[in-house]
C-alpha cells in the first residue's frame, strides 16, 4: 500500500478503544493511530506500564486485536517469541509489535529490546516516550531530560530536578545496525503514520521512538497535548529523523528554533528552571543539532 | 455510529464462572467514561469544514467520521478538549457538563 495516509484515508475503525488513560494521553494516541496502520493481523505485547494497566483492566478489554502483558524487562523477547510462533504455525499476513514506555524500553527493557535486534526477528517494536516512569507516579527515568522535576528527582536549592540528559535512545538502537529505526512525535502525526506504514512493510526489526506529551506527568492542561509534542520538535528539543539501509537521515530541519522558554514554562515539572538551566538545555540542543546537520543531513 | 460498545457483563459467581488462565476476551468494555468529563465538546456544524483533524487527534478515538457529519461518541469522550485546542475553524465548543 503505498496511499499518502491521512485523517481522510486512515481506516475509521478503532482497534484501541474505551481504555482509561487520562484526558490528552499522547501515548494513548500513539497506539491508537499506531494499530490503525498496523491493522486487525496485529499481536501487540506490552510491558508493565501506562498503556497496559489502562487497557487491561478486567473484565475490560481495550484492544480489539490479541495482546498481552509480557514481564517488564522483556517486551523484546515476547514480541519476538510471538513472531516467531507465528511463523511456526504458518499464520501470514500478521504483525507482531511491542508497545513499551520510555523506562520499558531505555531502561528495563533494553537487553531484551538490544537481543530481538541482533536476531532481527520480524516485530515493530515501539518506544512510547514520555520522559519518566508515569505509571507509577512520575519517577525519572533514563530519558527524562534535564532539568526535570519527578519524584526521583525533586528540583530543591541544590538541584534542578534531573541532572542527566535524555539517553540517545535512537541512536543506541541504530548502532546494532537495525533494519529500521525512526523517532516520530504525536506533534507530527502524519509524519508518525507515515513511518509506521515503512516500519509495516519491513522485513526484520524496526523501532519507532514516538514523543508523546502525558498531562499528569508534566503538569500542563490536558488539551495543549498534541500542539506541545508539536513545540518539542520545533524549537528543537525533539526531533524527527530515520535511520535505513545504514544511513541517518533528518526529516525536519528548521532554519530556526521556536523559544525553549515556550515550551518549558508551560509545564509544571520545569517550572522552577533557572536561566541558567535554561542555558544548558540550550547549549545541549545545539550541541545536537550540529552533528545532525553535519551527519545527517544529505 | 460505528464505535466499539459497552457488553453486558455479569460478575462471575463461583470459580467456574472465570475464564481458564490468565486470559480474556478482546473488545470487551463493560464500563463507559463519560464520567470522567467536567467539560463536553459540542460541533458546531455551520463552522466544520470536515478537515477531520479532530478525528486524528483524539487519543480516545472518540469520533466517527463514517456519517455524512463528525459524531462524537459521548460514552467515551472524557473531554480533554484536545479536539477543541486543534480545531482550526473553532468549530467545536467546550460545553460544561451539568449535573
Known amino acids: 500500500m503505498n496511499q499518502k495516509l491521512n485523517a481522510r484515508t486512515i481506516t475509521n475503525k478503532e482497534l484501541f478503544y474505551g481504555h482509561k488513560a487520562c484526558g490528552g ?37 481495550a484492544f480489539t486485536s490479541n495482546a498481552i502483558i509480557t514481564p517488564f524487562a522483556s517486551t523484546g523477547a515476547v514480541a519476538a517469541g510471538v513472531a516467531a510462533g507465528l511463523k511456526a504455525l504458518g499464520i501470514e499476513d500478521t504483525h507482531s ?36 516512569y508515569m505509571n507509577t507516579g512520575i519517577q525519572k527515568s533514563g530519558l527524562t531530560p534535564y532539568g526535570t522535576r519527578t519524584t526521583t528527582s525533586p528540583a530543591g536549592e541544590n538541584l534542578p ?41 519491513i522485513k526484520g526489526t524496526s523501532y519507532i521512538h514516538v514523543f508523546a506529551p502525558c498531562p499528569t506527568g508534566w503538569g500542563h492542561e490536558s488539551n495543549i497535548a498534541v500542539s506541545l509534542a508539536k513545540q518539542a520538535v520545533d524549537c528543537g528539543l525533539w526531533y524527527l529523523a530515520e535511520y535505513e539501509n545504514g544511513e541517518f537521515t533528518l526529516n525536519k530541519n528548521p532554519k530556526e528554533f521556536s523559544s525553549v522558554e515556550d515550551y518549558l514554562k508551560v509545564q509544571g515539572r520545569f517550572k522552577h528552571l533557572e536561566d541558567r538551566d535554561i542555558e544548558i538545555i540550550k547549549n545541549h540542543r545545539d550541541t545536537k543539532w550540529k552533528k545532525m546537520r553535519r551527519d545527517w543531513v544529505r | ?35 470522567w468529563r467536567t467539560f463536553r465538546p459540542v460541533i458546531n456544524y455551520d463552522k466544520c469544514v470536515n ?23 459521548y460514552d467515551y469522550c472524557k473531554g480533554c478538549g484536545v479536539c477543541e485546542y486543534e480545531c482550526r475553524p473553532r468549530a467545536i465548543d467546550m460545553v460544561k457538563e451539568e449535573k
Open chain 2, 1 to 35: 455510529m460505528k464505535r466499539p460498545k459497552v457488553k453486558k457483563w455479569t460478575e462471575p459467581k463461583t470459580i467456574k464462572d472465570y475464564p481458564m488462565g490468565s486470559t480474556c476476551d478482546s473488545d470487551h468494555l463493560t464500563s463507559i467514561n463519560a464520567g
Open chain 1, 161 to 201: 530536578g534531573s541532572i542527566t540528559m535524555k539517553k540517545n535512545m535512537f541512536e543506541i538502537v541504530a548502532a546494532h545496525g537495525i533494519a529500521y529505526a525512526a523517532t516520530a512525535s504525536i506533534g507530527y502525526l502524519e509524519d508518525f503514520m507515515k513511518k509506521v506504514q515503512k516500519a509495516k512493510d
Open chain 2, 51 to 73: 478537515c477531520l483533524r479532530c478525528f486524528l487527534v483524539c487519543p480516545d478515538g472518540v469520533i466517527d467520521k463514517s456519517g455524512e457529519k463528525l459524531e462524537i461518541d
Open chain 1, 25 to 61: 494521553c499522547g501515548e494513548a494516541l500513539a497506539v491508537r493511530l499506531a494499530m490503525k496502520v498496523l491493522g486487525e493481523r496485529t499481536f501487540a505485547s506490552l510491558p508493565a506500564g501506562c498503556m497496559s494497566a489502562v487497557s487491561f483492566i478486567y473484565p475490560n478489554m
Open chain 1, 97 to 132: 509489535v511491542g508497545f513499551a514506555g520510555d523506562g520499558g524500553t531505555a531502561d528495563i527493557g533494553l537487553q531484551a529490546l538490544s537481543g530481538a535486534i541482533d536476531r532481527n526477528d520480524d516485530i515493530i517494536y515501539f518506544c512510547n516516550d514520555n520522559e519518566a
